[in-house]
């Protein structure tokens, strides 16, 4: 079956007829390509974690470096073309990869680079919206006459990023948010690609429909039952038709995505609408005792109310996230009268959620327990009341106190008696949440 012009036989477009560059090739014409409306890039540093590793240690260079023991958190290109992905567990990865050079994280050092890092977008362009550490989204279509054309500001943005903090990083140029992800992603490593606002059917239809927002394992496989395995054989169904496999919320989102409808904005200034936290435990098959998954919770409710006070946040909603030994998940949520950030408060709610459900645990197993509050609100608003239950008062004292001390020596300068020896998880390095200041709305 012939491909549409430039389509590999994958039916992927080739680098070169996208528009892929290196900040060392000469910039075309492309004024052509971006005469109808903003242009956002999406800006995503290769292999974070590891890239900041080889960029630190010459010895790395050139070499498979995977980035944690137990489990993967981040892999090296050299280790990747191993098939060595994050999230894989250590033993996996070292038969995969026997050559692999393993370090500890560093997330002091990540930090510091995504620090720097984003003081670049920044100067870039005062529309910034970041999504992790490592990636963001810049709308740079209102600098044209100011600074030039859209490429031309991502092969000078790369180039800074490369000279200023030593790392490479992967920028994918179009009219939408998602398109430009997907113009990222199909760029790596080190590359970058622009989506032309006449081509961007014929850019994102061959692609398989795994790079669709919101399609997993799961879905992805009922929608291959239905014959659906690139994003133009499910941009051509009904809406409708979609509603029976995936659900009318899913069907809507993924419809609209593979027919190039995403209105959204770059957003900046963006909170979170909610704050998480998670711990693996182990393999399948082991046995976890009520002790032992109780104490996990407290370390996770820590960890999240802490971060909720950081950014001066209130929630309302506790979700507990459970994985069990066949990799199936639940999730139970509870919803307080009141919003609070008191870890005493989301704590004792998060017992009563484990305990209502210890029986399936037990029937089941559990290799994951996880935590998340949400409908976020920002605490400084919050009416204001009376002192008249004292032990609430004595609580919210306790965490301050707590916070300072942790704030001062770390977070694991003070630690639970029940979590001495435990493993919590690693904290992962996030964004910070945006305080607004004082009387912004």
């Known amino acids: 079956m012939p491909h549409p012009a430039g389509l590999t036989n994958d039916g992927s477009r080739s680098r070169a007829s996208w528009g892929v560059r290196t900040s060392g090739e000469p910039l075309p014409d492309i004024e052509h390509l971006f005469d109808n409306g903003g242009v956002i890039l999406h800006a995503d540093l290769d292999s974070f974690y590891a890239s900041v590793e080889q960029r630190d240690d010459p010895r790395l260079r050139g070499r498979p470096v995977i980035v ?19 999230a894989m567990g250590g033993r996996q990865a070292a ?35 970041g999504i992790s550490i490592d990636e963001a989204f810049l709308d740079v279509g209102g600098l044209r006459r100011l600074v030039g054309e859209p490429e031309g500001i991502a092969i000078a943005l790369r180039h800074r990023v490369r000279e200023e903090v030593g790392l490479p990083i992967s920028v994918g140029i179009a009219r939408t948010k998602y398109l430009a992800k997907v113009a990222s992603a199909v760029s790596k490593p080190d590359g970058m690609l622009a989506v032309p606002a006449d081509g961007e059917a014929e850019f994102l239809h061959p692609l398989p429909i795994e790079r669709l927002w919101g399609v997993g394992a799961i879905t992805a496989a009922k929608l291959h039952a239905e014959g659906i395995r690139t994003i133009g054989e499910l941009a051509r169904r009904e809406e409708v038709e979609l509603t029976a496999t995936v659900g009318r919320a899913a069907s809507r989102h993924l419809w609209a995505l593979a027919n190039l409808m995403d209105p959204r904005p770059v957003e900046v200034g963006r909170r979170r609408r909610s704050i998480g936290s998670q711990c693996a435990m182990g393999r399948p098959g082991r046995p ?25 946040r209130i929630g309302q909603t506790f ?90 020596f770390g977070s694991g300068a003070l630690t639970r008696a029940a979590l001495v020896g435990r493993h919590t998880g690693l904290e992962m390095p996030t964004l910070p949440d945006p305080v607004p200041e004082r009387g912004a709305r």
């Open 95 to 129: 038969r995969l990869c026997p050559d692999a050079l393993v370090v500890p994280a560093r997330f002091s050092a990540y930090v510091e680079a995504s620090r720097q890092v984003f003081a670049i977008f920044d100067d870039t362009t005062p529309l910034v919206e």
């Open 288 to 312: 976890k005792s009520r002790e032992e998954l109780e104490a996990l919770l407290a370390g996770l409710v820590d960890r999240v109310a802490r971060r909720l006070r950081a950014g001066e």
């Open 68 to 86: 944690g023991a137990g489990v993967v958190l981040a892999a090296s290109y050299e280790a990747k073309a191993y098939g060595v992905r994050s």
């Open 319 to 408: 979700t507990l996230r459970l994985r069990f030994d066949d990799f199936t998940r639940a999730t139970r949520s509870a919803t307080l009268r009141h919003s609070t950030a008191t870890t005493a408060t989301w704590l004792e709610t998060g017992r009563r959620l484990l305990a209502d459900n210890w029986a399936l645990i037990e029937e089941r197993g559990c290799t994951l327990l996880g935590v998340t509050i949400s409908g976020l609100v920002d605490g400084r608003s919050r009416q204001l009341e009376l002192p008249l239950f004292p032990d609430v008062v004595q609580e919210n004292g306790l965490d301050a106190a707590l916070d300072r001390v942790r704030d001062r």
